[in-house]
């Protein structure tokens, strides 16, 4: 009941400022050039339907591998500074100069290395997001509670197994938390690559339309493109209530 009065008042001011763009559109209270009426973006949608769909599996193509490499590199590499305190002294504070430096100012050199633009945008959006995954999962793994490391031991578990029965599970909270920071990013540097070099795509969609001037075009792929983003964030955070259902609320 509390989630589905929580979801109520949100859809309630979502609906708010749909009207309120409304009235402000139709009233001519808002540059009619930047700020298309509601009927415009409805009528550019429809007729972009099948060039939507195209480009929302071409976002897909690439930021789904991106997803499950930055992952599988984030916990292959947290797991082992996470209980290696030697290596994490060494390794941490150069993984963390690499940490800052934002990866758009790579995007010149990848794209002059890297043999295609798809290898490039892959690059590009991992190395912006494996970094706040895997500092959760160092920190994640630091500071599990040492009697489940006890207990453990006292099961004499070891190895794959006690990552996948233990570390991974008590350190999960920290690592999800990590994840969904990382999945924002994902979609900030998808939009990025696309704008600046894909065909398709939903941010080329977008870039594409903005050069031509046609907003009302721009507008309906803008929220087709978050409407697609919201529905991926929830869909984690609905699976990540499932994994975490073992913690207190």
């Known amino acids: 009941m509390k989630r589905l009065t929580l979801n109520l008042i949100s859809a309630l001011i979502i609906l708010g400022l749909g009207i309120l763009y409304y009235y402000a559109t139709e009233n001519n209270l808002v540059n009619p050039f930047l700020f298309p009426k509601v009927s415009a973006i409805i009528k550019a949608f429809h007729k972009n339907e099948d060039v939507m769909l195209l480009n929302l599996f071409s976002s897909l193509g690439m930021m789904i591998p991106s997803i499950l ?3 599988t590199i984030a916990l292959s590499v ?11 002294d060494i390794l941490h504070p150069i993984i963390y100069i690499f940490s800052v430096i934002p990866s758009i100012l790579l ?3 990848v794209l002059m290395i890297a043999p295609d633009f798809w290898t490039a945008s892959v690059f590009l959006i991992v190395y912006g997001t494996v ?4 500092f959760a999962t160092i920190t994640g793994i630091m500071t599990i509670d040492k009697r489940y490391l006890d207990k453990a031991a006292t099961l004499e578990l070891k190895g794959l197994k006690k990552i ?7 350190a999960s ?13 994902t979609f900030v540097m998808l939009v990025y690559a696309e704008m600046y070099g894909s065909r398709y795509g939903m941010g080329f969609f977008v870039k594409k339309y ?26 984690f955070d609905r699976l ?6 073992w913690t207190i609320d």
Not at 78 to 88: D, E, F, K, M, S
Not at 164 to 170: D, E, F, H, S, Y
């Open 164 to 170: 996948t029965k233990v570390i991974l599970p008590a």
């Open 131 to 134: 970094w706040s995954t895997l």
């Open 210 to 235: 903005t050069d031509f001037s046609l907003y009302d075009h721009a507008w309906g792929g803008f929220l087709f493109m978050v409407l697609i983003l919201v529905i991926v964030m929830q869909s």
């Open 240 to 245: 990540k209530e499932y994994l975490l259902r």
């Open 69 to 71: 490499i930055s992952l």
């Open 107 to 109: 995007s010149p050199f």
């Open 78 to 88: 947290g797991i082992i500074l996470g209980r290696n305190a030697i290596l994490r």
């Open 173 to 185: 909270p920290s690592i999800l938390a990590g994840f969904v920071n990382s999945l924002r990013n």
